[in-house]
């Protein structure tokens, strides 16, 4: 990536109204030498480098083989964009909801759920000194209570602007349909989603099964993978309000063709592209809690032993459903599917 590329910053350029943000391209603030007020873990000559400059160094110089893959990504990320959106639209703060802020490193993280979220918040807590050195030490529910991480949504438009200028940007993507199986498994089938089985379960159940037992209209625990799908694409589910986030497409979380992202990570390199932003962040001693080494493979498998009662008609509706996140984050359609 070239210092024309880095000039090409996604950010917030105005505020309209009340409520309403619009996003467009704007110089970015990066020099060689980069101002002494970039917080980082890095120093050079006395100054402090921030995560972002020293990416841009790392792109300036002969690249690592991962360096060039994470810049194939951004490529490859900024074409499919081109190419696959054209409408501007106005974005709300809320839609910044997601994009977590370090201010300490100079780190925006946009969380995705099932794509290793939690542990990733257990490293910005760790990193920030909101919690245990050690990120594995953090359970899950402080990881993810309120207010324990700001948002970029709680900050002013000049403030948006300003982190979005200096800040290094990243996020996990997963393949979508194994992502959406596992969604599937935690908050609906497993005992431990009794929550959301009441929440949402119940809903599905008395919508779309014929005759639901009186178990199943209360607890909502028995939600098969096709009613679940089916769920996903009524029209009448999208007019009831935005998808939960589990099972929202990563490209509506995280609006990858309107900010920047100077780092794409995926689920299926994870611990590699953990290491990766931890370098740049100047922590490398720190260790991401990593999954076991079968959840990559068990993913899979699970994902299409779901979708083979799926029949090709509704395969083929879900994928456009989830097309977008296929074609900016560069998956293929997975061998499982029969696409007409």
């Not at 943000?21 to 873990?41: D, H, I, K, Q, T």
């Not at 360096?67 to 809320?94: F, I």
């Not at 996020?171 to 959301?196: C, I």
């Not at 989830?322 to 499982?336: C, E, G, I, T």
Request: with cysteine.
């Amino acid at each position: 990536m070239g210092k024309r590329c880095w000039r090409r910053r996604a950010l917030v350029a105005a505020c309209l109204g009340a409520a309403l943000l619009l996003l467009g391209a704007a110089p970015r603030a990066l020099r060689p030498a980069f101002e002494n007020r970039a917080v980082g873990s890095s120093w050079l000559g006395g100054k402090r480098r921030s995560p972002l400059q020293m990416l841009y160094d790392l792109d300036q110089g002969p690249r690592s083989a991962l360096a060039e893959v994470h810049r194939q990504r951004r490529d490859l990320l900024r074409r499919a964009c081109s190419r696959h959106t054209r409408r501007q639209h106005l974005l709300q703060p809320e839609d910044l909801r997601h994009v977590l802020v370090d201010d300490a490193h100079s780190l925006l993280y946009c969380y995705v759920p099932k794509v290793a979220c939690t542990n990733w918040k257990r490293v910005l807590l760790a990193l920030s000194g909101r919690g245990p050195g050690d990120p594995r030490a953090i359970p899950a529910h402080e990881a993810h209570a309120p207010g324990r991480l700001p948002s970029l949504a709680d900050f002013s438009p000049a403030e948006v602007n300003r982190r979005l200028r200096a800040y290094l940007a990243f996020l996990f993507v997963r393949e979508p349909f194994e992502r959406l199986a596992s969604a599937y498994r935690n908050k609906l089938q497993r005992p431990w989603g009794a929550t959301f089985q009441r929440r949402f379960g119940t809903g599905i159940v008395r919508r779309l099964r014929p005759r639901p037992g009186p178990d199943a209209l209360v607890r909502g625990h028995d939600v098969r993978f096709d009613e679940f799908l089916a769920y996903l694409l009524d029209p009448r589910t999208r007019r009831d309000g935005p998808f939960n986030e589990h099972w929202e497409r990563a490209h509506a979380l995280c609006h990858p063709c309107r900010l920047r992202y100077d780092v794409v990570g995926k689920f299926e390199t994870l611990a590699e592209d953990a290491a990766f932003v931890l370098s740049l962040v100047g922590a490398p001693g720190l260790r991401f809690p990593e999954p076991p080494s079968r959840a990559r493979a068990a993913g899979r498998d699970r994902a299409a032993r779901l979708f083979r009662d799926i029949s090709p008609f509704y395969q083929q509706r879900l994928y456009g459903l989830y097309r977008m996140d296929f074609l900016l984050f560069n998956y293929s359609v997975p061998s499982y599917l029969r696409l007409r």
